[in-house]
């Protein structure tokens, strides 16, 4: 079983920066890719970012040159930066993270509980 957790949310101005941290724990195979996604009431979950477990990273179009994703592989965690937050911004973060979990193996995604982040002035 793996257990996907994140961390980092909270209130900030416009302008601000904030880093999210995604961990997970439980062993495995192999990472097949971490990704952030962010969701508010009424509206589908959307796609921040992603990176897959080559290095290789996708972005919405709206996030791209605002959000950085990065990874501590040796941690198992996923980072999630912004330093020019906007008040659309405003969201519960959550994480995917996709993994194999024994040789062989089909690919299964775990999400987390998600953290909220709160642009406001």
């Known amino acids: 079983q793996v257990n996907v957790v994140e961390s980092g949310g909270g209130l900030v101005q416009p302008g601000e920066s904030l880093r999210l941290s995604c961990s997970f724990s439980g062993t495995i195979f192999m990472i097949n890719s971490m990704g952030w996604y962010r969701q508010v009431p009424r509206k589908q979950r959307e796609l921040v970012a992603q990176i897959s477990g080559d290095g290789s990273t996708k972005y919405a179009d709206y996030a791209r040159g605002r959000f950085s994703i990065s990874t501590d592989n040796a941690k198992n965690t996923t980072y999630l930066e912004s330093n020019t937050l906007k008040l659309e911004d405003t969201a519960r973060y959550y994480c995917?993270?996709?993994?194999?979990?024994?040789?062989?193996?089909?690919?299964?995604?775990?999400w987390g509980q998600g953290t909220q982040v709160t642009v406001s002035s």
């Open positions: 995917l993270v996709t993994v194999v979990v024994n040789e062989g193996d089909r690919r299964v995604s775990y």
